[in-house]
């Protein structure tokens, strides 16, 4: 039995569940461990090899989930701060949403890996969890879902609708436009020539009025496009200008990989940005300083004076 085709979308499933990549492959790893022991009692008259190993992955997120806090984005955990020359101090101790490297996977269907998706069913009980992506997600029935559970299609159900209740005001997904969307990219292209050359008036024209700008691991988050700009200010001036950005997408969203300026010509990764763009304008920035975020988007530390010239 071939299982290798799978890995892609359980890692996404796992990641959805959990809001860690890093922990989503290790969950991965074991649910297709446990298949592979499994096999000889795998029957196909019972469900197809997927359904079965949805089965398996969904049971072992649900005990890694166990005594688990959420992971969540600053912007969960309190009010946004209005000083621009706050100490930018990690809180390390917070086991933060990482997103999702979209070139590292095979998968379909990214509109639910989006961050503040995520971030908003990391909210919901375990169980009412699996139910929504299984069921949302991933079009298993209810019967299927019940089968994974152990439990009832009464229960799925009644899951699904608590599911569905709690994140009513999480938005439309279909509201928010696609990283190849011409005018998406237009944006971002914009939004990387200003930051290059250090423009915060260029910058701040392309953000919505309400803007939200956040910084994981940092607990700290700004909203509003004249604070955002004022942050920005404080980045170039303690940073420098001529900057090098590198376009990518996470869990289906436009993202910039920004590499400072450093002595000699060369850059050094600073931090991986991930937007969100409505109506022609970037509504919230995900910044994301954490190496392991780095390492999962497999993100080169740096980039030589000569290769930079080269691309330029």
């Known amino acids: 039995m071939d299982f290798e085709p799978y890995r892609g979308e359980l890692v996404a499933f796992c990641y959805r569940m959990l809001g860690s990549v890093h922990e989503a492959e290790d969950l991965v790893q074991e ?47 309190g ?44 909210v919901l009980p375990a169980r009412q969890r699996a139910v929504l992506v299984l069921r949302e997600v991933l079009a298993f029935s209810a019967a299927e879902v019940a089968e994974q559970l152990g439990t009832t299609v009464a229960a799925v159900n009644s899951a699904l609708q608590r599911a569905r209740a709690a994140l009513a005001d999480v938005g439309d997904a279909d509201a928010v436009t696609e990283p190849d969307d011409p005018e998406v990219r237009a944006v971002i292209q914009q939004y990387l020539q200003a930051f290059e050359a250090a423009d915060v008036p260029a910058l701040v024209r392309l953000l919505a009025h309400d803007a939200v700008l956040e910084m994981p691991p940092v607990p700290l988050w700004y909203r509003g496009s004249r604070d955002y700009g004022r942050f920005l200010e404080r980045v170039f001036r303690v940073r420098g200008r001529g900057w090098a950005m590198r376009e990518l997408t996470a869990g289906g969203q436009p993202a910039l990989a920004a590499y400072a300026p450093q002595p000699g010509g060369s850059h050094r990764l600073h931090t991986l940005q991930v937007f969100t763009v409505t109506g022609g304008r970037i509504a919230h920035n995900i910044v994301f300083a954490d190496p392991r975020v780095f390492d999962a988007f497999e993100l080169p530390d740096e980039i030589p004076a000569s290769e930079f010239r080269q691309e330029r």
Request: hydrophobic content about 45%; charged content about 25%; glycine content about 4%.
């Open 79 to 122: 009010a946004p701060s209005d000083d621009p020359e706050a100490p930018l101090v990690p809180a390390l101790d917070v086991p933060w949403l990482q997103p999702f490297p979209d070139a590292r996977f095979d998968v379909e269907v990214r509109a639910d890996l989006r961050l503040a998706w995520v971030a908003a069913v990391q």
């Open 31 to 77: 649910t297709l461990l446990r298949a592979w022991k499994a096999r000889d009692r795998y029957d196909p008259a019972r469900a197809s090899v997927r359904t079965w190993l949805y089965r398996i992955a969904t049971n072992v997120c649900l005990t890694a989930l166990e005594g688990r806090g959420r992971r969540p984005l600053p912007s969960g955990l």
